[in-house]
């Protein structure tokens, strides 16, 4: 075995990092590195491998994606009762999905490490004073003062143990008996009398009881319902962060990197001569990567040279966010070179970060139809080309906050401001993406 160099995690260095902080003393970070180099990792490597044999069954055509989460998780969100809901969230539907379409879904979460965002702009101005812009609570904080806006890399090693405690709770839900599907109802507990969605996914639930019960009936009790495979993933953004957390397995002699079971690469850090990439290069995680609407064939095939020069299923996602209006004019050709190159990429559509806009109020929003509009575009195109619709990706929460307009339980304009709680982004509500799954499962049946 000719094992990796741990220095090999390094070689971004010398190259352009996009969307890095300013952070003000080199030698704090110097520390914070050092003593992130000195933690227990937070996934297995073994792990890594077996998300990337799942990702390959979604390459293949065999499987679906559910990737969902916060758009900026919170430092103060880390609760018992956030990571409940969120976690609840994505196993309804998830449950909506795999019954309703018939295919098994591979769970992944923005979750236990989506704590840093690239940004349109450096700065932020309001009322005649400009501060750093906010960067995620990995770099700094989002009240409006130089303190809070001033990066500081303490804030990384809080990261960590904000993403630790959190995978902790998400292992002992996934694998401690609140994700057995017998609890496909007390999912829903709190939610069914409210919501159209709610009593909708009550009546799936109990087809699923009807299921499972007579498959009881007939002998069989199997046990894979008693847990669920669940994963963490976030963008690998703070490239000292991200490096601090890549390790030699072992087993194998390979670089992991250690922070989360997939990591992906932003839109806007994707630049094929950049760090980011050359990072992602490194390391045997299975890789997302953003693909907005000015991606061309080239970019994608030369991503494909670099991050998947084996060809091998389940290594490498394409994330595409093109927004609704552009999906249908630019995924075609995409699709059809990286297809005709003999490429194994997942397909995966993100049908919120093409489809944001500013509300009269101020609110940043989108609107529930042109997210299910995005998707209805994504599944056609591949349809058109007989090519696999391999997941969607989203903002989520399983709060009932309003932040998206639409959905079956509407949202309007006026009512933004009531529960706008996201950091960053506009997040789905609970409502709306049980509302998205429904759709999305009778979009893949009829696929
Ligand atoms: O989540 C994605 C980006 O971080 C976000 O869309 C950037 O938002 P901005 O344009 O407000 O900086
Ligand atoms: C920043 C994000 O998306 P994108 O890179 O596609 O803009 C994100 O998913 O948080």
Known sequence: MNAESPASG??????????????????????VIADLESYPPLVFAGECDLLRNRMGAVARGEAFLLQGGDCAEAFD?????????????????????????????????????????????????????TLPTYRGDSVNGFEFTPEA????????????????????????????????????????????KSSPSGQRYEALAREIDNAMNFMKACGTDPEEFKTVEFYSSHEALILDYESALTRVDSRTGKLYDVSGHMVWIGERTRQLD????????????PIGVKLGPTSSVEDALTLIERLDPEREPGRLTFITRMGADKIRDRLPELVEKVTA????????????????????????????DDVLDEVKGFFEVHKGLGTHPGGIHVELTG?????????????????????????????????????????????????
């Open 399 to 447: 709060d009932d906050v309003t932040e998206c307009v639409g959905g079956g339980d509407e949202i309007f304009v006026d009512d933004l401001h009531q529960r706008y709680e996201t950091a960053c982004d506009p997040r789905l509500n609970r409502s709306q993406s049980l509302d998205l799954a429904f759709l999305v499962a009778e979009m893949y049946r009829q696929q």
């Open 341 to 368: 190159s003999g490429a194994h990429v997942a397909w995966v559509c993100d049908p919120m970060h093409g489809n944001t806009f500013e509300a009269a109020s101020g609110h940043k929003t989108r609107r529930f």
């Open 10 to 31: 390094n070689t971004w260095r010398d190259l352009p990092a996009a969307q890095q902080p300013e952070w003000p003393n080199p030698e704090a970070l110097r520390d």
């Open 149 to 192: 806006r001033t990066p500081d890399p303490e804030r990384l090693k809080r990261m960590y143990h904000a993403s630790a405690a959190t995978l902790n709770l998400v292992r002992a839900f996934s694998t401690g008996g609140y994700a057995d599907l017998r609890q496909v109802h007390a999912w829903n507990q709190d939610f069914v």
């Open 77 to 129: 969100a880390v609760s018992a009762d956030h990571i409940r809901n969120k976690l609840k969230t994505l196993l309804q539907m998830g449950a909506v999905l795999t019954y309703a379409a018939s295919v098994p879904v591979v769970k992944v979460g923005r979750i236990a490490g989506q704590y840093s965002k690239p940004r349109s702009k450096p700065t932020e101005t309001r009322d005649g004073v």
């Open 274 to 285: 950049g760090a980011h990439i050359e990072f992602a290069s490194r390391i045997r995680n």
